[in-house]
């Protein structure tokens, strides 16, 4: 696997039994070693399911054991984000909630890699979860829009609450 100084494992999701060990990279270029169990991804996403039936590390020495294998579980390159994987992976692993802002004009473009991510590899619980997030924060229609310009005007004391 060449230069391991810039590998870290992850604090909360590398886990000794697990037995397959995900390597993603970090914008400023460490990688980050998540050791989870096919098991728990592959109940919740499809594509980690077909990954790991289709996919299997060489069983011969004549290829280098460590560009397959990590601390003796196999070892899969994905090109995400660490930081985005870890969330998607802390939700499955822990499940915990999507972090939700309500309202705050920020929160797309905070959870879009999630969303991405939960796209990517099929994982319709989280998926639903952002969209319902979404949808419960954001109106939906046009009338919508109206009525919640309209109180938040009331609420910041505007007398002009009428916009055409």
């Given at each position: 696997m060449g230069d391991d100084s810039a590998l870290v494992k992850h604090e909360s999701l590398y886990f000794?039994?697990?037995?397959?060990?995900l390597l993603v990279p970090r914008p400023d270029n460490s990688r980050v070693l998540f050791?989870?169990?096919?098991?728990?991804?592959?109940?919740h996403s499809p594509i980690f399911s077909d990954m790991f039936d289709v996919c299997s590390p060489p069983r011969t020495t004549s290829e280098s054991e460590a560009d397959y294998f990590y601390d003796g579980a196999p070892l899969i390159h994905l090109p995400d984000n660490a930081d985005h994987l870890g969330s998607v992976l802390d939700i499955l692993y822990y499940q915990s909630d999507l972090p939700w802002m309500?309202?705050?004009p920020h929160y797309p473009e905070?959870?879009?890699p999630i969303l991405d991510l939960s796209r990517k590899y099929g994982i319709d619980r989280i998926q639903a979860q952002i969209v319902r997030h979404l949808e419960s924060d954001w109106p939906q229609t046009l009338s919508d829009w109206d009525k919640?310009?309209?109180d938040i005007a009331a609420i910041?004391?505007?007398s002009d609450t009428d916009r055409s």
């Open positions: 000794m039994d697990g037995n397959v060990v050791r989870v169990h096919k098991s728990v991804l592959s109940r309500p309202r705050n905070l959870i879009t919640a310009e309209r910041k004391g505007d």
